[in-house]
């Protein structure tokens, strides 16, 4: 039996529309294909489905670029003078604009002046006014940051040093330990200096020498004396 004629027109339901398509698009780039075999022809096919996916197809040892070439110089259209026009308003457009904010920044630095009138002097000089402003708000809140950065070290330097200090007065008060007595003066003992800090030291006192009583007092060695460094 013969095939009945189908009606061309848009097919409703999207399933069978895209399973449509596929399929005609498939056969389409086939024939395609057998012209370029057959016939030495060179084919480019470019499709976009409803959902602007790409399809292209394009004979073998050519490219899309130079069937389009070979397309203007036979048809003698240029098929990119438009766009070419929209790329070089672009490009006037951008080199305007540089140009103004060369003349701004010129401007802010004391140069190019004299093309100005009245007002806009004045407006120049109410601009730079709110820099100004900007600038040393942003500067004081810097500066103010610093300080509390330093007070919070300084707090903390201090804290350490009250707990050395107190550390030092607890080991004082227990018989066990005892200041270090060479004769000599307060700070050549208990204050003398090791690369800015002042230096505390302690000897531990040898009580249990009871225990053993074939062996004399003797004198403190460096294992006896325990050094705490104070922050100035």
């Not at 053993?212 to 922050?231: G, K, Q, R, V």
Request: charged share 30%; aromatic share 6%.
């Amino acid at each position: 039996m013969a095939r009945g004629k189908i009606q061309i027109k848009r097919i409703e339901n999207q399933t069978n529309r895209q399973v449509t398509y596929s399929k005609r698009r498939n056969g389409l780039f086939k024939k395609a294909h057998e012209l370029t075999v057959l016939c030495d022809a060179r084919v480019s096919i470019i499709m976009f489905s409803s959902s602007n996916k790409l399809h292209e197809y394009i004979s073998p040892n050519t490219t899309t670029k130079e069937i389009v070439d070979l397309y203007q110089t036979v048809s003698d259209v240029d098929v990119w003078a438009t766009q070419y026009e929209r790329m070089q308003e672009t490009k006037r457009k951008l080199l305007e604009t540089n140009r103004n904010l060369r003349t701004q920044i010129k401007q802010r630095l004391g140069e190019c002046l004299d093309e100005l009138d009245i007002q806009e002097l004045r407006r120049l000089e109410d601009e730079m006014d709110n820099t100004f402003k900007l600038v040393r708000e942003r500067k004081i809140k810097s500066l103010g940051n610093q300080i509390e950065t330093t007070k919070k070290k300084n707090k903390s330097q201090q804290d350490i040093q009250k707990n050395l200090i107190h550390e030092l007065e607890l080991r004082a008060e227990d018989p066990h330990y005892g200041l270090v007595d060479n004769g000599g003066d307060y700070d050549s003992v208990l204050g003398y200096q090791i690369e800015g800090s002042r230096a505390y030291a302690l000897r531990f006192h040898q009580n249990h020498h009871h225990h053993y009583p074939n062996h004399a007092l003797h004198a403190p060695s460096a294992s006896d004396i325990i050094t705490f460094h104070l922050l100035e």
